[in-house]
């Protein structure tokens, strides 16, 4: 029995090294075989309609000595993996008509008893964009909501990073094999993520980023998550793809609005004009999570903190000038009655004091949580 | 016949006495020199003998040897002519000893025997009064520039003739060339009434010119960094005497001090272009000579579009910044040239320039990250003032007020320059800029509150030691602009606001 287990494990292991051959074309062949061992088994020679050159490829993956030391690396624990029978393996995902052979992972996997968010966007994001995405993920992460998303750069990474912040589980799914990290700079929540919740994957160890690997992912975000948040997305764009699949499986969608003239913000504005959710804050995620999930399940409790900022009279009016919207310095200094060096100093005073924030070129901008 | 002549050579850009020793012997006419002479020294004998010979003197059939002492210093250069001459003048008996004791004689000869201008006047000059000489001998050319040194009699002089006359017959003298007016040329284009808008560059460079602080200043191409850079050079107050006689050394020794060769009163302004090696910023060559950041001493060194540079040519400077001097190492001496700068940059945030607009760039995060990360975070790290710069709109570039112009600043920078050199005359510094991490306690004192304040910053804007110091120096400066001698919260609050937090591993900036 425990060998027929490790077989079937190893079967789909080898399969999802087959990344020449598109998975929908393998599924068929594996259904015609009867099952994933059997396709491995020799099962795959006596399939009618291969192509030559497929057979030879299939062959050669056999013996290839690569998927055989990926599985070493497995045995050793550097990271674990789910074949599509396995009972690890999510049950969202088991319904999707290509739902990978086998999942790859590190950390752990999503907990269905919980409700989970997408927050996806765009990478070339508004630092406006990824403070919204970092507050909205912090107070996800606050009311034990756990957030999913890509671990690219810009918004993905912002949501990441709030949830985290915010006390909360993130899991992030990869566009490549798990033990790659991409974009580099992601390293440190590359870690951190695989100790406090989980980074996922479908594609095999050593898989290189391709841009063509990574919307194929994001029906694995729309899948493990309840409802798909939009928080910057261009007209074009991949978490639009995101959205497609999230709609295909039924999935709750919400988008964050923005002027209707920013190109930044023109896909989640087209999708609130469609009849996405339209997400102001937390409490407009977790009121649509509410009919999803029963009261009984998860705690939804809604942090708000609201406090008194205590102020000088100077510093309110600073203060007053700025926005959540970055805004330049001298743009500031003009707008306050009050000489350039005053004004510089109390800038620098409430950056400290932690009331407002500024990016390396003196953009200034309120923290959106104060 | 024994006789000895002194003259002078350079070593970096002190000036080094040398003894020029000349015998004429019975025996096979020959002519040899010795005493590490360089290929340009062993070649003159013959320009030399020629020369004398054009200026009427006979030279016989003789043994001569000539050397140069101490016989351990590399001797380059055209400056020895002259006093070769000189010597062999007195071997042969033309003129007495006597004559040239207490005179120092510097020139290259033309074959006519007429005497030519040579570089590093000054600094030769500078050491023969200091060594107690009384007279130095020049090309008419030089005249002026060694004349910058007090207590010295320099006399300038067209030909080798002329010369041997005056030495022999001591009720000659030199003729003076009447005294030039130097009017001060105070052709200013570039002044702060044209900085328009830009409240936050105003206000910084003022305080920079002030305490002679590093800048960078980043901004989309148009934002006016190089307009503000260049208007620097009208707020800096000029040049004290000694700084002045430092820095016309410097470029005595380069041969750059042009045709006026008059003492440099204002503060070098040098904007050296992107494509600057390595050597011609920091110095260096066979024979060291300075380099860019040497010509600045004392100065603005302005570098445009920084990332552009030589990586290696802007890591070059990390330690000159931090020594405020270049020493340049070879195997038998150390050469050291003064580089006490005030570096400007000017940078792109990205690429394309308009990063963080990110309606307007489109370069990625890679690429942008690639662009700034030209210029490292140890670079970053001695920047005491970081700003960023914006085009001004339209209607504050033709507002009809009138801003404060350069002549206005420049009057309260040099009183705060003056406040500072008050304070630090037992110092041995001249600026906030060069408190070392000693002296930085005893200036800038925190009180217990102030101290909870920079506690904080230290942790948020995550400074290294090197940072946490220049914020205090930059805030001393501050403080002085209000003639405050102690060190208050308003003002350590206001330098926090020029240093941006340095660019994060993870978010983008």
């Known amino acids: 029995m425990k060998e027929r287990e490790t077989k079937e494990v190893f079967a789909a292991f080898w399969l999802t090294h087959l990344t020449k051959i598109p998975l929908l074309k393998l599924k ?100 406006y964009g990824q403070e919204f995405a970092y507050g909205l993920a912090r107070e996800l992460g606050g009311s034990k909501v756990d957030v999913i998303s890509g671990l690219a750069a810009g918004i993905d990474a912002a949501g990441h990073r709030g949830c985290m912040d915010g006390g909360g589980i993130t899991y992030g799914v990869l566009g490549c094999g798990i033990d790659r990290i991409y974009p580099k700079e992601n390293i440190s929540l590359y870690e951190k993520m695989s100790e406090t919740g989980g980074v996922v994957s479908e594609y095999c160890p050593g898989t290189a980023p391709l841009s063509i690997l990574f919307p194929r992912r994001n029906r694995i975000i729309s899948a493990l998550s309840d409802m798909v948040v939009v928080v910057e997305a261009k007209e074009r764009s991949g978490s639009l793809i995101t959205v497609d699949f999230a709609l295909e499986q039924g999935k709750e969608i919400g988008a964050v609005p923005g002027r209707p003239c920013d190109p930044l913000s023109l896909g989640c504005n087209r999708l609130i004009r469609q009849g996405a959710k339209c997400i102001l804050e937390a409490e407009d995620v977790l009121e649509e999570l509410s009919g999803i999930i029963t009261a009984s399940e998860a705690v939804i409790r809604p942090i708000k903190v609201k406090k008194d900022l205590g102020l000088a009279p100077k510093e309110k009016m600073v203060y007053s000038c700025l926005r959540l919207e970055p805004k330049f310095i001298d743009d500031i200094l003009c707008q306050i009655d009050l000489p350039v060096w005053e004004g510089i100093q109390i800038l620098a005073e409430l950056e400290i004091k932690g009331i407002i924030k500024q990016n390396p070129h003196q953009y200034y901008y309120r923290c959106p949580e104060s | 016949m024994y006789s000895s002549v002194t003259s002078g050579t350079i070593s970096g850009i002190q ?88 005179a120092v004689f510097l020139g290259e000869l033309g074959l006519d025997g007429s005497i030519l201008p040579v570089n590093g006047v000054l600094s030769v000059a500078d050491c023969a009064r200091q060594s107690g000489f009384r007279k130095l001998f020049l090309a008419e050319e030089n005249r002026q520039e060694g004349a910058m040194v007090h207590n010295l009699q320099v006399y300038g002089v ?132 300075p380099g860019e950041v ?94 960023q710069l914006q085009p001004v709109s339209f209607e504050a570039m033709n507002d009809k007020a009138v801003c404060e112009d350069s002549r206005t600043i420049r009057n309260r920078v040099e009183r705060v320059h003056q406040r500072q050199r008050e304070r630090y005359a037992e110092e041995g510094i001249r600026f906030n800029s060069q408190l070392s991490p000693e ?36 805030a001393r400066t501050i403080a002085d602009m209000e003639d405050c001698e102690e060190l208050r919260l308003e003002h350590l609050q206001e330098a926090v606001a020029y240093r941006i937090s340095l660019p994060g591993e993870e978010r983008m900036i």
């Not at chain 2, 070769?84 to 003129?95: C, K, P, R």
């Not at chain 2, 509150?449 to 120096?473: A, D, I």
């Open chain 2, 294 to 387: 040497s010509l600045a001493h004392n100065g603005v060194l302005f570098l445009d579009e920084l990332p552009e540079f030589g990586k290696g040519t802007i890591e070059a400077m990390r330690q000159p910044l931090e020594e405020k001097c270049v020493v340049i190492g070879r195997l038998n001496a150390a050469y050291r040239f003064p580089a006490n700068i005030m570096l400007v940059g000017a940078m792109n945030p990205c690429p394309c320039g308009c990063y963080p607009d990110r309606n307007k760039c489109n370069c990625t995060v890679n690429q942008i990250r690639t662009y700034q990360g030209k210029i490292s975070r140890a670079m970053l790290d001695r920047m005491d003032i970081l700003m």
């Open chain 2, 15 to 102: 000036g080094l006495m040398i003894h020029v020793e000349a015998d004429v012997s019975d025996g096979l006419p020959n002519f040899q020199m010795v005493g590490y002479l360089a290929n340009e020294i062993r070649e003159s004998g013959e320009r030399i003998r020629t020369a004398i010979r054009n200026a009427g003197f006979e030279l016989y059939p003789k043994r001569v040897v000539i050397n140069l002492s101490p016989a351990d210093v590399r001797k380059g250069g055209s400056g020895f002519d002259l006093p070769i001459a000189i010597a062999m003048l007195v071997s042969y008996g033309y003129l007495s000893q006597k004559s040239v004791e207490g």
């Open chain 1, 28 to 127: 068929q062949w594996v259904e015609a075989c009867g099952g994933m061992t059997a396709f491995y088994d020799e099962g795959w020679k006596r399939l009618k309609g291969l192509l030559p050159e497929e057979q030879v490829y299939i062959e050669k993956k056999i013996k290839d000595p690569e998927i055989y030391r990926n599985w070493e690396r497995l045995k050793r624990g550097e990271f674990r993996f789910a074949s599509l029978k396995d009972a690890d393996y999510p049950q969202a995902l088991r319904k999707l008509p290509d739902a990978p052979f086998g999942l790859y992972w590190k950390g752990k996997l999503p907990n269905p008893g919980r409700s989970c968010v997408a927050i996806v966007g765009a990478r070339k994001s508004t630092i």
């Open chain 2, 158 to 289: 067209k030909h080798l003739k002329q010369l041997a006359e005056v030495l022999q017959d001591d009720r000659l003298t030199v003729p003076e060339p009447g005294e030039e007016i130097c009017e001060e040329h105070e052709a200013e284009s570039w002044d702060f009434r044209n900085l328009k808008g830009q409240l936050l560059a105003r206000r910084a460079l003022e305080i920079a010119a002030s305490g002679m602080h590093n800048v960078l200043m980043s901004g989309p191409p148009g934002a006016g960094k190089t307009m503000a850079a260049r208007c620097l050079t009208g707020i800096l107050p000029p040049l004290e005497f000694e700084e002045s006689m430092e820095l016309t050394k410097i470029y005595s020794v380069r041969g750059m001090l042009g045709d006026r060769k008059e003492i440099i009163r204002q503060r070098p302004f040098r904007a050296p272009h992107h494509t600057i090696t390595t050597t011609a910023l920091i110095g260096g060559g066979v024979i060291p000579k």
């Open chain 2, 439 to 474: 002296q930085l306690q005893i200036f800038c004192r925190l009180t217990s509150e102030e101290e909870t304040f920079m506690k904080q910053v230290f942790e948020q804007k995550q400074l290294s030691g090197r940072g946490y110091h220049r914020l205090l120096r930059v």
